[in-house]
């Protein structure tokens, strides 16, 4: 668990907080990770974000704790899981946190769900372990060119100064509150659908020493998670594609998927940005309870 320092500022109503171990034998490059739990019924896991954490589940979680079992995962070096010195972030070393959740939990029928970098990983995760999961619910794939770089001139600035040689790691470390504010509510249609509080909170992770060198891992990430692509026509699990009227992605990278992905349903939600979970959670609830 965090320490007393830095625990999250945040509770969600009816979860707990739990950790897994790293794997004996595995060396160190392999962290302690965090997943929040609530509700009972078939395994639901959710991931989250770039530059986000398991809270950023806060409003849908409530809503489908009747049907499943939830775990919301912070994935490696994000949220409250531990940062390990050297550790990678790119695409398939994160899906190895994703697929520890499911191994180490031993979890079946699973229902994935993720949002932007995890929605990717929900699917590559399916590919890998098909005899755990039910079902794949993507929404916002971030998997284009750019990525979180097309959210604003401001986070264009932003992005190319953190991947600058020399100077990017002083840049991902300082992050002053008007600036995350604004990159965030670029992902969104309803600018109000990020609260002051869940602000707060990603600053303080943000503060935990060794992050901003996940932070700059994770944007240089980015050319994997394009590359992840080639897993999709993998996944046997049915899959439902989710994209935000106002998404990052263009009409052509949405096109794209759903030539990889044919015999996926696909919803796009009206208005809505990048971050679904935070301003349409009940349109993912609908969808997830509707099959629960």
């Known amino acids: 668990m965090p320490s007393h320092e830095s625990r999250p500022t945040i509770h969600i109503p009816g979860t707990t907080s739990h950790t897994i171990a790293p794997r004996a034998g595995r060396g160190s490059r392999e962290g302690t990770l965090r997943y929040l739990k609530a509700g009972s019924g078939a395994p639901l896991v959710l991931l989250h974000t770039v530059r986000t954490q398991a809270e950023h589940f806060r409003r849908l979680v409530p809503l489908v704790a009747d049907r499943y079992t939830v775990y919301a995962l912070d994935l490696p070096g994000m949220g409250y899981s531990e940062i390990v010195p050297g550790a990678s972030y790119d695409e398939p ?30 699917l590559t995760a399916a590919a890998d372990l098909p005899e755990r999961v039910r079902r794949v619910v993507a929404v916002n794939t971030y998997d284009f060119r750019d990525g979180i770089a097309r959210s604003s001139l401001l986070a264009r600035v932003v992005v190319t100064g953190v991947l600058t040689s020399g100077v990017g790691p002083v840049i991902a470390g300082v992050e002053p509150k008007p600036a995350l504010r604004r990159i965030l509510q670029g992902g969104l249609g309803d600018r109000s659908a990020l609260r002051e509080d869940y602000l707060d909170e990603l600053l303080q992770v943000g503060r935990r020493p060794g992050y901003p060198t996940v932070a700059r891992a994770v944007y240089q990430a980015l050319p994997s998670l394009i590359a992840a692509r080639s897993r999709y026509p993998e996944v046997k699990a049915p899959v439902h594609l989710v994209y935000g009227e106002k998404d990052w992605s263009r009409p052509s990278d949405r096109e794209a998927n759903r030539h990889l992905l044919p015999s996926a349903h696909f919803t796009q939600v009206p208005k809505a940005g990048h971050f679904i979970a935070l301003e349409r959670p009940d349109v993912l609830a609908d969808l997830l309870n509707a099959v629960a």
């Open 93 to 122: 070393s994160m899906r190895a946190g994703v697929k520890r959740l499911l191994t180490e939990l031993d979890l079946h029928d699973v229902t994935l769900t993720g949002e932007s970098m995890g929605a990717v990983l929900a």
